[in-house]
C-alpha cells in the first residue's frame, strides 16, 4: 500500500469508531460555601460555567474548563483539581465524558466582576448545598454533590458514572 491509501484506511478506521462527547466545567464558590450556577438561554434549568472540550483544536478537559468559564462568565484563572469525572450515557446522544475542575472561592470583588454571555446565558446565581436539587437535576447534581463531597473529606477525584459513584 502507498501512504496515500494508508492514510485513507486509517481515515476510515477512525471514522467507524464510537463517539463520545466531553465537556468540562468549574464549580466556583462564595465565601459562604454557595455554588454559582448559570442559566443557560437555550435550554431548561441550570447548569456550572462550562462547556465542550474542542479536541479537534487540541483542547484538554482542563483547558476547555478554563476557556469556558472565561467566555461564558468573563473570570478567566487557573483551576484547581480535578475533583470529579463522570461517564453519562445519553439518551438520543453519544455518551458524555464530563470532568469537573475546582473553581476555587470567589471573593465579592470577583463575584462583581462576573459579566454573561448573553448569547448563551440569561442569568447566574449563588445557590446553597441543601438548595442545588432545586436547580440541578440527574447526574449533573449528583456530580455536584460528589465534587463538594471530595472538597469537604480532602478525598481523590471521584469517579462516576451517570452522577454516581463507582465502587
Same mark, same amino acid.
Given at each position: ?9 486509517? +481515515? ?19 465565601? =459562604? ?7 443557560? &438561554? ?14 479537534? &483544536? ?17 473570570? #478567566? ?8 469525572? #463522570?461517564?453519562?450515557?445519553? =439518551? ?16 465579592? #470583588?470577583?463575584? +462583581? ?16 448545598? =441543601? #438548595?442545588?436539587? =432545586? ?11 460528589? +465534587?463538594?463531597?471530595?472538597l +469537604? ?5 471521584a ?5 454516581r459513584?463507582?465502587?
Amino acid at each position: 500500500m502507498t501512504t496515500t491509501q494508508d492514510a485513507q484506511v486509517f +481515515a476510515a478506521y477512525l471514522a467507524s469508531l464510537p463517539r463520545v462527547l466531553a465537556g468540562a466545567a468549574a464549580l466556583f464558590r462564595d465565601e =459562604e460555601g454557595r455554588v454559582l450556577l448559570v442559566e443557560p &438561554n437555550y435550554r431548561e434549568g441550570w447548569a456550572l460555567p462550562g462547556g465542550t472540550i474542542e479536541s479537534d &483544536n487540541g483542547e484538554s478537559p482542563r483547558e476547555g474548563a478554563r476557556r469556558e468559564t472565561a467566555e461564558e462568565i468573563g473570570l #478567566d484563572r487557573e483551576l484547581g483539581r480535578l475533583l470529579a469525572v #463522570d461517564w453519562v450515557q445519553g =439518551e438520543g446522544r453519544p455518551p458524555l465524558v464530563a470532568y469537573l475542575y475546582d473553581g476555587g472561592v470567589l471573593g465579592a #470583588d470577583e463575584l +462583581a466582576a462576573i459579566r454573561l454571555q448573553e448569547s448563551e446565558l440569561l442569568s447566574w446565581r449563588l445557590v446553597p448545598r =441543601e #438548595d442545588l436539587a =432545586e436547580y440541578l437535576q440527574g447526574s449533573l447534581g449528583r456530580r455536584v454533590s460528589a +465534587a463538594l463531597d471530595v472538597l +469537604a473529606d480532602g478525598s481523590g477525584t471521584a469517579e462516576l458514572e451517570d452522577g454516581r459513584r463507582v465502587h
